[in-house]
């Protein structure tokens, strides 16, 4: 039998004041409720993603020592903004009930720490464009609904990031890292799009050398958006006989290429990931496969981020498209597992105070 795990506002207050994060109320993780079942039907008309989580957050265990740590979903809901007061949330591990404390993210978290991973190769100037216009109006509404936010902008083509001298490009440095609203914004407005030796770009080289160089706050949400129109290179996608590129690497410049599974077992469970993905040569919204190697859109689904489609010719605008209320719109689960060794099937159903259903899985899970 489960043992219930104490939650103390008591210690969030002593060894978690100094540090700015908000503390909750003291909450028990209750026993696996007895009788309930997988539900035979469910409605599907509500979008909602889930995904491992083990950032730390502000409930920590009372008594680490004797009792494992809980483990954490991240269950964001875009198009709700209201709460889940009088609705109704189950979670099955393996097909058996969970009994669980489900609290918003917004409350556990002392803000978000948001890096843009921007394609500045020729074909994105259009995409660019949408970045430069709407980045500022984008982070004002996190800062507007309380959020304490903090972003970065990593420009990247061939290299993570770019070079502004090779790819001709004007702006003042490789990058900015994690800054206020406004460093940011007067940041990506001088970016431009140009360049490019190939189609593929360093993509998960942008991910890594972002996940590896930001100045990350102890508490945050970490967030990634990548908007790009191309497939990533990948460790083994030119033959061993081919110098690629074919020109030398400026100094200091950053071209490791990595495996799709690197990127995986850096950022899951750590960082969502979004695209705002360019179609027309690489991306199309009928796509269902994602397992090509150099398809970032399965890191995606894998971190339960946004894949938002953008016709090349658009301008995104980032203040509309749903990363926002994707930010503020997430809850985090708390949750006891009966093995912390083996794989697990994981699915929740949610219904909203007005009825409204939706529900998820995830599978082969491994904690």
């Known amino acids: 039998m489960k043992r219930l795990l104490k939650l103390s506002i008591l210690f969030v207050v002593i060894v978690l004041a100094s540090c700015g994060i908000i503390p909750v109320l003291q909450q028990d993780i209750p026993l ?110 996190l800062s507007d609904a309380g959020y304490d936010i903090e972003a970065a902008v990593i420009p990247f083509g061939d290299y993570a990031p770019g070079n502004p001298d090779y790819e001709g490009a004007s702006y003042s440095a490789p990058f900015i890292n994690l800054s206020d609203s406004e460093i940011a914004s007067n940041y990506a407005n001088e970016l431009v799009a140009y360049g490019g030796q190939d189609l593929p770009e360093n993509i998960y080289g942008a991910i890594m050398f972002a996940w590896n160089n930001m ?47 690197d990127v995986f077992e850096a950022i899951y469970g750590y960082a969502t990931l979004h695209i705002i993905a360019s179609t027309g040569t690489f991306y199309y919204e009928s796509d269902t496969d994602f397992s090509h190697p150099g398809d970032p859109r399965e890191l995606v689904n894998a971190t339960g981020g946004l894949i938002i489609y953008q016709e090349g010719t658009e301008e995104p605008d980032l203040s509309e498209i749903g990363i926002a209320e994707y930010i503020l719109s997430s809850w985090l689960i708390f949750f006891e597992t009966d093995s912390y060794k083996n794989s697990h099937d994981l699915s929740v159903f949610v219904e909203l105070p007005n009825g409204t259903q939706g529900k998820e899985q995830l599978s082969g899970v491994i904690y």
């Open 32 to 141: 696996d409720p007895i009788g309930v079942r997988v539900p035979n039907t469910w409605g599907n008309d509500l979008d909602i993603f889930f995904t491992i989580d083990k950032l730390p957050s502000s409930i920590p265990i009372f008594d680490p020592i004797s009792s494992p740590m809980p483990l954490k979903l991240k269950l964001s809901i875009p198009d709700y903004l209201g709460t889940l007061d009088n609705g109704k949330v189950m979670v099955f591990e393996d097909g058996k009930p969970q009994g669980f404390v489900i609290v918003k993210e917004t409350e556990v978290r002392i803000g978000a720490d948001i890096v843009f991973l921007v394609d500045t190769t020729g074909s994105m100037s259009d995409e660019i464009s949408g970045v430069k216009s709407s980045i500022q109006k984008f982070l004002q509404s």
């Open 215 to 261: 100045n990350w706050r102890a508490g945050t949400e970490r967030v990634i958006i990548l908007l790009t129109d191309a497939f990533s290179h990948y460790t083994g996608d030119q033959p061993p006989d081919v110098t690629w590129p074919n020109f030398i690497i400026p100094e200091n410049e950053f071209f490791d290429p990595y495996t799709k599974q």
